[in-house]
């Protein structure tokens, strides 16, 4: 095997790049990522399934900062441990730690120009459309019943409407979810003895 194929073959290797071109071509971050995240780890290189990548997503959000930041730090340590996780985050986030200072010292100068500005505007255009696609992909994969639903649209209530903020919808589903899940497992045994 040659040197330049035991390379491409590394997983530290395929954790950075992967996570260096998502963080270079993805716009609009966060949110916006998570198809194009769930496309590599789960489609391409097949280090996690359908449900494992819907997990990671959960935790992630579910925790302060930046959710692709967290998916990168997740999905790194499930493959290579803490040495992953770094590999995996420093990949994600150069590229943007690079391409804002070049912004910030490009726009010193043009910021005002009404195309720059036009730019500006295709451009959140464009990731509001991916947070769009990202809310349906994962809606799909989640919302499969009713109680899901239910807690979903309460969420979503709240948060819009009630502008409660985010966390403490979060900390809700997962109060919920347990007592859900208790009550159905109780449920579940009751029956079951019943049956006997």
């Known amino acids: 095997m040659s040197k330049t194929n035991s390379i491409k073959e590394n997983l530290y290797v395929q954790l950075f790049c992967s996570f260096f071109k998502l963080g270079l071509f993805t716009i609009g971050g966060g949110m916006a990522m998570i198809p194009l995240i769930q496309g590599i780890v789960v489609d391409e ?40 996780a770094l590999t ?32 500006l505007l295709g451009i959140k255009a464009a990731a509001t459309g991916l947070i769009a696609f990202s809310a349906y992909k994962v809606g799909k994969q989640v919302l499969k019943g009713p109680f899901q639903w239910v807690v979903a649209l309460i969420s979503f209530g709240l948060i819009a409407g009630l502008s409660i903020n985010a966390v403490w919808a979060i900390l809700g589903g997962i109060a919920v979810g347990l007592v859900y899940t208790a009550v159905s497992a109780r449920q579940k045994k009751d029956d079951g003895g019943e049956s006997t």
């Open 88 to 119: 995996a985050t420093a990949g994600v986030i150069l590229p943007s730690f690079i391409i804002i200072i070049l912004i910030v010292k490009l726009l010193q100068g043009i910021g005002d120009s009404k195309y720059v500005q036009g730019a």
């Open 45 to 84: 290189k097949h280090w996690m399934t359908e449900e494992e990548a819907v997990d990671c997503i959960a935790v992630s959000q579910g925790l302060p900062g930046v959710v692709a930041i967290n998916m990168a730090t997740y999905i790194g340590h499930q493959k290579k441990g803490f040495a992953g």
